[in-house]
């Protein structure tokens, strides 16, 4: 079992930037695939960003390639989404997520029901 838990959300304007973290606690952290997934309201979640157990391996939604980053500190078991360039269709509430069954790849987009534990969740808001 994994516990984990988002920080980092507000409430920014058009062009800003935030980083997101999150922070794991129970198993071995780099035992584990790590994604951020968010979902705004009236929508259903969507795949944002995922990171292999080293770091070595990144994905990105079309959506964010290019503005958001992800990494990962396996010494502080956190995961980060570095948003950038932020536009208002970036609102939603932001799901970091553990993936144990990942096998070296993801064969295009990363789904939800592929990922094992799920943080609460953080609100990100952006304005125009």
């Known amino acids: 079992q994994v516990q984990l838990v988002e920080s980092g959300g507000g409430l920014v304007q058009a062009g800003a930037s935030l980083r997101l973290s999150c922070a794991a606690s129970g198993r071995t952290f780099s035992d584990y695939a790590m994604g951020w997934f968010r979902q705004a309201p009236g929508k259903e979640r969507e795949f944002v960003a995922a990171?292999?157990?080293?770091?070595?391996?990144?994905y990105y939604a079309d959506s964010v390639k290019g503005r958001f980053t992800i990494s990962r500190d396996n010494g502080k078991n956190t995961v980060s989404l570095q948003m950038n360039s932020l536009k208002v269709e970036d609102t939603a509430v932001y799901y970091c997520?553990?993936?144990?069954?990942?096998?070296?790849?993801?064969?295009?987009?990363?789904?939800?029901?592929?990922?094992?534990?799920w943080g609460q969740g953080t609100q990100v808001t952006v304005s125009s």
């Open positions: 997520a553990a993936d144990r069954r990942y096998n070296g790849n993801y064969y295009g987009t990363p789904k939800d029901y592929e990922f094992d534990y």
């Open positions: 990171i292999s157990w080293s770091g070595g391996l990144t």
